[in-house]
């Protein structure tokens, strides 16, 4: 009994000082001192700056003065003299319409005087030459009685659309020529109430056409309709568009750039450079003394690119704008300047 105790004492004590020599050589290691690595990260200046939003509206070229000939009667076109693209002066004679009784009279004198040369041509007697020599004379006569109506051109303009030819039958009150002032384009179209109070006579919008989409047009608000639709909410503006080169057609797509707010000495911050939180808050992060520090900032106008900053950060602050989504609050991070900068005004920037 007395072996087993001795034998039991004697296991604590090697296990007792087993633990004691291993403290002692891990004490004898050294410590893990490595830093962790510096993000590479890309910053901006913040600094007071312009900043407006603007709001996009579609509308449509037309020309402003405009005029659409219709058939004030039913009948045929008898006579036509222009074409698509001619030039026509204000009260040009452009077309001759014979009404339905003048086609039936001279349908009628035309198919008798027709009959009468046949039987003078098989006999050719003083009685058939007689009557040959009256129906010319019927036919004459039916001519000057029921004249052609003439289609005139009420303005100075050209002709934009022509769905008529030389024959063709038409009815009371169809469409002839449309004959349009292409020296007076507008854009017509529809904005929000909202913008309205916005917008006078005489501003000038900047105008980007589909068809042209390297090339800027300017414009100028003509007119502004003083009722607004209650159904949609929007009011109609005509836009005057000067098009020397004879660029623009109606019925070209226009989109119209209106400035829907402004902030002449704003703060503001690249938008993809904001992390938006899961409880809504809105975050940057801002290099300070090579260390990353996040702040809460409050919005104000949105644009395109940019985001007004009202509240969270002052004027000379770096705002992270590249690897901010690796970042926490107080990792080291690398400012990575912009290639082909001066040393002297990285260095300022620092």
Avoid: W
């Avoid at 402003?64 to 000939?69: E, H, M, P, Q, R």
């Amino acid at each position: 009994m007395k072996t087993t105790k001795t034998f039991i004492h004697s296991i604590i004590l090697l296990l007792s000082i087993g633990f004691f020599v291993g403290c002692r050589h891990d004490d004898s290691q050294p410590q893990n001192t490595t830093k962790p690595k510096p993000v590479l990260v890309q910053v901006v200046e913040v600094k007071p700056q312009p900043l407006q939003s603007t709001v996009e509206v579609v509308g449509t070229i037309e020309p402003k003065v405009s005029a659409k000939i219709i058939a004030p009667t039913d009948g045929a076109i008898e006579e036509l003299h222009v074409v698509e693209n001619d030039l026509v002066q204000k009260n040009q004679v452009v077309g001759l319409l014979s009404s339905a009784d003048r086609l039936a009279l001279l349908g009628e004198t035309q198919a008798r005087l027709e009959r009468v040369k046949s039987r003078t041509s098989a006999n050719p007697d003083s009685s058939n030459n007689e009557e040959l020599q009256r129906a010319k004379e019927d036919r004459e006569y039916a001519e000057r009685l029921f004249l052609g109506t003439p289609i005139v051109s009420p303005i100075k303009g050209r002709v934009i659309d022509k769905p008529i030819e030389v024959g063709s039958v038409v009815s009371a009150r169809q469409l002839l020529l449309t004959i349009a002032d292409l020296n007076a384009l507008i854009i017509r179209t529809a904005v929000s109430e909202l913008l309205l109070p916005k917008l006078k006579v005489g501003q000038r919008l900047p105008v980007r056409m589909d068809a042209y989409p390297d090339q800027q047009f300017s414009g100028t608000i003509s007119l502004i309709s003083p009722q607004v639709n209650p159904a949609t909410r929007t009011g109609e503006i005509e836009v005057h568009v000067a098009d020397v080169a004879g660029r623009l057609k109606p019925g070209m797509l226009a989109t119209l750039s209106i400035i829907a707010e402004r902030r002449d000495n704003a703060l503001a911050v690249p938008s993809d450079a904001i992390i938006v939180k899961s409880d809504g808050q809105n975050v940057v992060f801002i290099a300070q003394d090579s260390v990353a520090r996040p702040r809460v900032i409050a919005t104000g106008l949105i644009t395109k690119t940019q985001t007004e900053v009202r509240d969270g950060l002052k004027p000379g602050d770096r705002v992270v704008v590249m690897g901010q989504e690796l970042l926490k609050d107080g990792m080291p991070v690398k400012v990575q300047e912009p290639k082909g900068k001066p040393l002297s005004t990285r260095e300022g920037a620092r």
